[in-house]
């Protein structure tokens, strides 16, 4: 498991764990260390610098000034500390949305800053009823979403199918913040994949694998992965998933018109078992 689940899930996958969600874990004062990596004194306020910084030009469209920067994070070590993401496949964003009771959809801000197109809702915020930034901006209340837990689950796998790759976000770890739904667009995908940066996301407890009795060769789930892990074979007229590549969201399953890929769990697969 990642280190995420041994440091906050008790080794259990950390972020099905409801004291990650808790009001108390967001208003408690932070550490001296963490007060250093993230320039805040609670996670509440480490929100709310989130929420004007990065979502409210989202829904405006008006930038945040260059000198108030959202994120203190300079090194990854601390990005660990204060916004780090990992990757889900959608049986386990289910089991998300079914343990928390506060669900608000939202502008997402990595496609402002990418494409500069406002009021793309592919961010799932968490508790963000808690924060106390919902009256504050009047502003934003027409591009926010306060979602039931099913209307939330069918969103998300409408978004499955349509290949965007699930995500969950800390804000001053491990205080669970949202889920979002990435591809190129996202500046962590770009960051980290494209860019071949530093990783700012985990992948996911899962590695993806193909059945070859069932594989027709095809290659509908080749377009469909965004890590290119998905590898065709001519000779055999097969589909092949590299586990070294494999982040393991599960999106290419939704394009496999005969059922034949399923998820394993990562320390069942040695080349994945320690690639976070």
Not at 3 to 27: D, I, V
Not at 175 to 194: K, L, P, W
Request: charged share 25%; with cysteine; net charge neutral.
């Amino acid at each position: 498991m990642c280190e995420f689940c041994h440091e906050h899930g008790e080794g259990k996958k950390w972020y099905l764990q409801m004291k990650n969600y808790s009001e108390e874990l967001l208003r408690a004062e932070l550490s001296s260390a963490e007060k250093k990596a993230t320039n805040a004194k609670t996670r509440l306020e480490w929100a709310n610098r989130f929420w004007k910084g990065f979502v409210m030009p989202a829904i405006t469209g008006v930038p945040k000034p260059k000198n108030e920067p959202v994120f203190a994070s300079t090194n990854q070590e601390d990005t660990k500390t204060e916004h780090f993401g990992q990757v889900l496949p959608i049986e386990d964003v289910d089991r998300v949305i079914e343990q928390v009771q506060s669900i608000t959809r939202m502008p997402c801000g990595c496609r402002f800053l990418t494409t500069g197109k406002t009021d793309l809702r592919y961010c799932f915020g968490l508790g963000i009823d808690k924060w106390g930034v919902l009256g504050k901006y009047p502003e934003a209340t027409s591009s926010l979403e306060v979602l039931d837990q099913e209307v939330a689950k069918k969103i998300l796998h409408q978004y499955d199918e349509e290949g965007l790759v699930h995500t969950i976000w800390t804000g001053v770890t491990p205080f669970v913040v949202g889920v979002c739904n990435c591809d190129r667009d996202c500046g962590a995908y770009r960051g980290y994949i494209e860019q071949e940066g530093e990783p700012n996301f985990f992948r996911a407890e899962y590695v993806g694998q193909i059945d070859w009795e069932l594989c027709n060769g095809c290659k509908s789930c080749v377009s469909q992965c965004q890590f290119g892990a998905m590898l065709y074979s001519s000779a055999l007229a097969k589909v092949f998933i590299k586990p070294t590549r494999c982040f393991g969201c599960g999106v290419c399953r939704t394009a496999c018109p005969n059922n034949a890929i399923k998820l394993l769990g990562r320390q069942e697969v040695p080349e994945a078992a320690n690639r976070w």
